[in-house]
Each structure stands twice: as structure tokens, then as C-alpha cells.
């Protein structure tokens, strides 16, 4: 069964720290994925890592960096937190796309309000 | 520019009947659709795809059908259940990438 965790699901932060959101996926997958969710916007793509040390830019990367140090594990880093940061962050995670069935598998959420 | 588009924000059915929601699409080189479900502080979970080469695929009570002329997929739940409401995202997958682009959701109620 597979299992993606993510290290919190509520934080709230003022204004100015740096944040940091963990997601830990045990099967194995090479592609992980960090989305947000907003009201009417659906899930936008932040960040795409395929390999250890790899990552690639999504559709909304500004404010964020991310860290992939090992193939479990996916950090999305926000580096002075923003109020317009405020939402719901979901962490995904995929095998290699061989058969064309990019089947993700998604993690619970980290609802992250910043005051 | 939103490539894949839901333009139902909400849809209400009552128990038993069918429900159908909606996807538009914009870029004919995606190769592969996918349909997710998502509960309120949950994430979501994977429900049925469907590869371009086909037209209709079939899980017990869910079918998706698409419609490539049209750049149109729809999911069919029948009969629907108070248990499936929640959010519904399609999802399609560009050629030779392993992202996957997503709707803005459409919210289905079943009420009994």
C-alpha cells in the first residue's frame, strides 16, 4: 500500500520565517511532486523532482525552492513566508511514466496559514 | 492559461441517479487523462484514467468517456452514493513527461 506522509497538517507562521514542509513517500517512486490547492485554482504544480538532487520548475516555483537529498524524501522550502502563501500543500509522488499511466499518489495535505 | 478546464464549479445529484462531470482540454498532445477524488483535509486519491487511444474505460460505477474531437472528457457515476460527494479533479498527463496538469475541481453533492 502506498503511503506518502507529510510532516504536519496544520502550521501556522508569522510573516518572514522560513518554512520548511516534509513529504516522505515509501515506495520507492522516482518522481515527487509538491502542489498547492486554492479555492478555484485547483492543484498547481510548485516543484518536480525525478531523481535525487534533480528538480525541475513548475507552473508557480516563486517563492519556494525545494530539496531532495534522498529518493524518499521531498522538502519544499519557502524561504520568507508570505501571507499570499497561505494554503493547502500537497505532496505527491509517481513511478517513471513507462506505460503512460502517471498514476500520483498523494499525500494528506499541510494546511499552512501565514499571519 | 488553463489547459484543462472544468467549468462546473458545483453539481448536486440526488442518491441513485446518474452524475455527470465535466473536463475540457486544450493541448491534443496529452496522452493520458485521469480523474481524482478529494475529501475535505484529505488528499486525493487516484478513481479511473483513461489512455487517448481509447474511448471509454469502465470501473463498476464510474466510466469515463473521451471525447478527442472535441477535446472533452466526462465522468459518469451510476448510481451515485451520499459517499460520493466530494471534490472531483480531472487531471491529463502531457506526451513524454510525467507531470500531470489539473482542473480547478468540480464539487459533486448526492443528497438523499
Known amino acids: 500500500d502506498v503511503k506518502v506522509t507529510q510532516s ?108 | 492559461d488553463q489547459q484543462v478546464k472544468q467549468n462546473s464549479p458545483s453539481l448536486s445529484v440526488q442518491e441513485g441517479r446518474i452524475s455527470i462531470l465535466n473536463c475540457d482540454y486544450t493541448n491534443s498532445m496529452f496522452d493520458y487523462f485521469l480523474w481524482y477524488k478529494k475529501y475535505p483535509a484529505e488528499g486525493p486519491t487516484f478513481l479511473i484514467s483513461i489512455s487517448s487511444i481509447k474511448d471509454k474505460n469502465e470501473d463498476g460505477r464510474f466510466t469515463v468517456f473521451l471525447n478527442k474531437s472535441a477535446k472533452h472528457l466526462s465522468l459518469h457515476i451510476v448510481p451515485s452514493q451520499p459517499g460520493d460527494s466530494a471534490v472531483y479533479f ?23
Open chain 1, 8 to 115: 504536519s497538517r496544520y502550521l501556522v507562521k508569522r510573516t518572514g520565517e522560513k518554512v520548511f514542509l516534509e513529504c516522505v513517500q515509501d515506495m520507492d517512486h522516482e518522481n515527487m511532486f509538491w502542489y498547492r490547492q486554492d479555492p478555484g485554482l485547483g492543484l498547481r504544480l510548485i516543484y518536480f523532482s525525478y531523481d535525487v538532487k534533480m528538480k525541475e520548475k513548475g507552473d508557480i516555483p516563486e517563492g519556494y525552492s525545494v530539496s531532495r537529498e534522498k529518493k524518499e524524501r521531498f522538502s519544499l522550502i519557502l524561504e520568507s513566508a508570505s501571507t499570499n502563501q497561505t494554503s493547502m500543500y500537497l505532496c505527491a509522488s509517481s513511478l517513471v511514466g513507462l506505460a503512460g499511466n502517471n498514476e500520483q499518489f498523494f499525500g494528506p495535505g499541510t494546511r499552512l496559514t501565514v499571519l
Open chain 2, 90 to 112: 480531472c487531471a491529463a498527463s502531457p506526451h513524454n513527461t510525467d507531470k500531470l496538469i489539473f482542473g480547478t475541481g468540480t464539487r459533486l453533492q448526492v443528497f438523499p
